[in-house]
């Protein structure tokens, strides 16, 4: 192979010919790039003439380098045999077709319209997935023979009962903590009885639902979307398509369900930790009775509380179960994609509980609170 080069010839008295020899590709361009570049720019913009008759082998490496470098226009005089003519030809076409680049005044405007771009994406992909469930409902209606029991409880399982450890302990202490903070305001108002109202209805109705949906979103939610995601990266949910067998029925389904069950009993659970945990900084630090603390408690906490708390952690757990199964199910088959799906998945179902809280506060803002 010949190196690729360059040599400015006088023929006439007109202006001189750049002269191309060897071999322009892209083992034998000349490296580093940028001075040979450099130098193309430097001849092209003297108008001079080219000749690539003497390159013997050009591919789209060389031929993007000139194109590039003749400022993706074609020279005023330019001698080229047919084939290589017709692959810079090739490298027009393509490069026309590349968006070009926007105005750096008005670049600010990409950012909220790629945004868009993707949320849309994004929940296109949602209720496509929410969809086939339907459908998924609709067939197990007609087929309860082929109801998915095994991924059914072993979801149930992993996302239930394995996590009834850690929730507890989350909740008893911050129902430490808070009746601790609560209790250093109380006593200087002489509103130490209070406490109880205040536990209550703040671990009950808000603390306990998020809370469970935090830890839910962080330990469930990222352990489906990495396992969907290792299916993907390992073509076995190409295979499960190969069989026959709906990946929605046999992997999304199951993992929806179970976290739309689990979530209510784990609220209920973490609340009845937190509400433990209140009661017992309470006695130690005002000295209430934990007789006292369980007498007062279902009097000045309506049993709507609970409802609102129950009906929280089920739409948590939906809407955790759908956003990691689709995230999941968007991971390429590279690692990369597999973690930044996952963290996707738990930021968004993060986020999206959040926001949803703050609609069950305003929706419910008049019931379950006493005057």
């Known amino acids: 192979m010949a190196a690729a080069t360059l040599e400015t010839v006088q023929r006439t008295d007109s202006l001189p010919v750049i002269v191309l020899a060897g071999d322009w590709t892209l083992a034998t361009l ?173 671990i009950v109705r808000e603390l306990g639902p998020v809370l469970v949906a935090v830890l839910v979103a962080g330990r469930s939610g990222s352990a489906m979307t990495a396992q969907l995601g290792v299916m993907r990266v390992t073509e076995e949910i190409d295979a499960l398509a190969t069989m026959g067998v709906s990946r929605s029925l046999r992997l999304v389904l199951p993992k929806v369900v179970a976290l739309a069950v689990t979530m209510p009993l784990l609220v209920i659970w973490c609340s009845a930790a937190g509400i433990i945990g209140g009661m017992v900084s309470a006695n130690l630090q005002m000295d209430l009775s934990y007789g006292f603390f369980i007498d007062t408690l279902p009097r000045v906490v309506p049993v709507a509380n609970v409802w609102i708390g129950i009906g929280k952690g089920l739409v948590f757990g939906l809407l955790i179960g759908l956003i990691a199964c689709h995230f999941g199910l968007r991971v390429k088959p590279n690692t990369e994609s597999l973690s930044a799906n996952t963290t996707s998945s738990v930021v968004t179902s993060i986020t999206v509980a959040i926001l949803v809280d703050a609609v069950f506060a305003i929706l419910t803002r008049s019931f379950g609170i006493p005057l």
């Open 30 to 202: 000349p490296q580093p790039l940028a001075p040979f570049e450099r130098r193309l720019r430097e001849l092209a913009g003297t108008g001079s003439g080219w000749d690539l008759q003497s390159i013997s082998r050009l591919d789209s490496a060389g031929a993007i380098v000139l194109w590039r470098n003749w400022g993706r226009r074609w020279p005023a005089s330019l001698v080229v045999g047919s084939e290589h003519r017709l692959l810079l030809e090739r490298v027009e076409a393509i490069v026309a077709e590349l968006p070009g680049r926007s105005s750096e005044r008005l670049a600010w405007l990409l950012v909220p319209g790629r945004l868009a771009i993707v949320a849309l994406d994004h929940l296109a992909g949602m209720v496509a997935l929410i969809g086939q469930m339907v459908l998924d409902f609709g067939y197990l209606l007609v087929h309860p023979r082929d109801i998915p029991w095994r991924e059914f409880s072993a979801n149930l399982y992993k996302s239930g009962a394995q996590a009834l450890p850690v929730t507890a302990l989350i909740g008893f202490l911050i129902g430490i903590v808070l009746s601790y903070l609560s209790a250093l305001q109380l006593k200087n108002f002489g509103a130490d009885v209070f406490i109880v109202n205040l536990l209550g209805i703040s």
